[in-house]
Nanobody, 123 residues
Framework: QVQLVESGGGLVQAGGSLRLSCAASGRAFRSYTMGWFRQAPGKEREFVAAISWSGGRTYLANSVKGRFTISRDNAKNTGDLQMNNLRPEDTAVYYC????????????????WGQGTQVTVSS
């Protein structure tokens, strides 16, 4: 069993930065792919970024490439999403997720989810 808790969301002006963190409980987290998804009001939850269990492979949605970076520290059971040059269209609730090796871009590839943290980018 893995429990995930996100933190670091908030209100920021366009062009600003935020760093989201995901704290995990359970040793199984270290063997799971970790992903970040987001959901804006009235829209489906969408893939943002993912990182393999070892941290050796990372994946980013085209919309965030060059602006967001995903990382993890298995020794601390944590993962981060560094978000730079934020845009109003990045406004959403951001979710951390973890799961066995599967389709990293698909919500069905993840078994465990955090409660989400709100990110609001003002223009």
């Amino acid at each position: 069993q893995v429990q995930l808790v996100e933190s670091g969301g908030g209100l920021v002006q366009a062009g600003g930065s935020l760093r989201l963190s995901c704290a995990a409980s359970g040793r199984a987290f270290r063997s799971y792919t970790m992903g970040w998804f987001r959901q804006a009001p009235g829209k489906e939850r969408e893939f943002v970024a993912a990182i393999s269990w070892s941290g050796g492979r990372t994946y980013l949605a085209n919309s965030v490439k060059g602006r967001f970076t995903i990382s993890r520290d298995n020794a601390k059971n944590t993962g981060d999403l560094q978000m730079n040059n934020l845009r109003p269209e990045d406004t959403a609730v951001y979710y951390c997720a973890a799961g066995p090796q599967g389709s990293y871009y698909d919500t069905r590839g993840y078994d465990y989810w955090g409660q989400g943290t709100q990110v609001t980018v003002s223009s």
